[in-house]
């Protein structure tokens, strides 16, 4: 029982920034983890970036290191995914999720947010 809401996706240039949120109600709790996650035309969906409510525990996936930062606000239950020199290849769905596990895998996530759409222009 545990609802998530991402958006902030849009339309930007190359070398442009965007900010993403997810939005979390009901049952959650501070041992969960929350990540994010896109899936591009034709591409199985990837791993991108993961933080712990309790302790600010952080990965990412090589391909967005120096450009991603994720990060928390607890009082608001939300968690930001700050992208900044996207690339065409950033094109993709974004998915935030929540787990109880800190895994770079999608079957370490039990819930699931509705997707926003990240498009980069060259």
């Known amino acids: 029982q545990v609802q998530l809401v991402e958006s902030g996706g849009g339309l930007v240039q190359a070398g442009g920034s965007l900010r993403l949120s997810c939005a979390a109600s009901g049952r959650i709790f501070n041992r969960y983890f929350m990540g994010w996650f896109r899936q591009a035309p034709g591409k199985e969906r990837e791993f991108v970036a993961v933080i712990s409510w309790s302790d600010g525990y952080t990965n990412s996936a090589d391909s967005v290191k120096g450009r991603f930062t994720i990060s928390r606000d607890n009082a608001k239950n939300t968690v930001y995914l700050q992208m900044s020199s996207l690339q065409p290849e950033d094109t993709a769905v974004y998915y935030c999720?929540?787990?109880?596990?800190?895994?770079?895998?999608?079957?370490?996530?039990?819930?699931w947010g509705q997707g926003t759409q990240v498009t980069v222009s060259s």
């Open positions: 999720a929540a787990g109880l596990t800190g895994r770079s895998t999608a079957l370490g996530y039990a819930y």
